[in-house]
């Protein structure tokens, strides 16, 4: 299984991009941003995913989301609560093998 195709690298080791040399300082900066940056998203993921708990549907259907909608949202925030879980050693109420966590996911990327 390779890359997804928006994730294929656009340079290869050695060479330099605009902007962005390839040097060990870059990869350095580039990596530690990018694990920072998971960490605080799994961190606000979860604490989302206990705001929305604590909403009913009816309240989130008062706010506009129909009754598929909160479904759905329900759903999605919980696959992406339970890879935050996952992350951080926890066990996944999914995985006994393989579970596609951009099944509901997706589904939400129109709205953002």
Known sequence: MG??????????????????PALKENWDSRSGNLA?????ILHQIQTFKLELDTI???????????????????????????LATVFNGG?????TGTYDYTSFVKLLYGVV
């Open 3 to 20: 890359l997804p195709t928006r994730a294929r690298p656009i340079f290869h080791v050695g060479e330099t991009m605009p902007g962005n």
């Open 36 to 40: 920072v940056s998971l960490r605080e």
């Open 56 to 82: 009913t549907d009816e309240d989130l259907e008062a706010l506009g989301y129909s009754s598929g909608d909160v479904a759905i949202l329900r759903s999605a925030i919980g696959d992406m609560d339970d």
């Open 91 to 95: 066990s996944s109420n999914h995985l």
